[in-house]
Structures are given as structure tokens and as C-alpha cells.
């Protein structure tokens, strides 16, 4: 059983920095695509970035693409995201996922394609 934890989450100003980790257990990094999503209160969640299981492809949304970067440390077993600029249409809650299935092409910017999920971590831009 694959289990995500999230962390690294706040309260930060417009024009701030946040990093978000997902430290996996269960299975190895290198086994695993992940993802990064995010819901907004009153709103669906959507995706951000994600990173297939060798690091070859990273695709972002195209509302953080500039500003956001994810990566993997394998030797930790660990995710990031580090965001930059942010600003307050980026609060949300934030989620790790892992797709141990390996899905390939677009359909990986896709919820459903996900099958583990970490509980969540708030992130909160004031202005």
C-alpha cells in the first residue's frame, strides 16, 4: 500500500516562496508517476504539475508554468514542489498523487489516472 504524506504548506504574501514535499513510503519513487493538484474552496480540483517515474516528462498546468517546478529525490523517496511568485489565486489545497500504473501521455494530467492520494496541505497567498 503506497501512503503520501504532504507538508510544507502556510500562509505566505503575494510575491512569496512556498515548497511543498510528499515524502511515499510503501513503493519506490522510481516505480511511481506523481502529480500535484489543487482545490480551492467552492471550486474542482485541479491539476498542477506532475513527473513520470524516470523524470523524463514533467508537464504543468499552464497557470503555474514559469513559476512552479517540480521534482523527485529518489534517495529520499520524496516529491516537491517549489512555487515562486505566488499569488492568491494560488490558495488551495494542495495534493501529492501516485499513479502506480505508470499512465502515459496527456491522460496523466488527469485526476481519475491517479490511484493514491495524500491527505492534503493548505496554502494560503494574501495579498
Known amino acids: 500500500q503506497v501512503q503520501l504524506v504532504e507538508s510544507g504548506g502556510g500562509l505566505v504574501q503575494a510575491g512569496g516562496s512556498l515548497r511543498l514535499s510528499c515524502a511515499v513510503s510503501g513503493r519506490r519513487l522510481n516505480a511511481l508517476n506523481m502529480g500535484w493538484f489543487r482545490q480551492a474552496p467552492g471550486k474542482e480540483r485541479e491539476f498542477v504539475a506532475r513527473i513520470t517515474w524516470s523524470g523524463g516528462i514533467i508537464t504543468y498546468a499552464e497557470n503555474v508554468k514559469g513559476r512552479f517546478t517540480i521534482s523527485r529525490e529518489n534517495a529520499k523517496n520524496t516529491m516537491y514542489l517549489q512555487m515562486n511568485i505566488l499569488k492568491p489565486d494560488d490558495t488551495a489545497v494542495y495534493y501529492c498523487?501516485?499513479?502506480?500504473?505508470?499512465?502515459?501521455?496527456?491522460?496523466?494530467?488527469?485526476?481519475?489516472?491517479?490511484?493514491?492520494w495524500g491527505q492534503g496541505t493548505q496554502v494560503t497567498v494574501s495579498s
Open positions: 498523487a501516485a499513479d502506480s500504473a505508470r499512465t502515459v501521455g496527456a491522460a496523466g494530467t488527469q485526476a481519475s489516472v491517479y490511484n493514491y
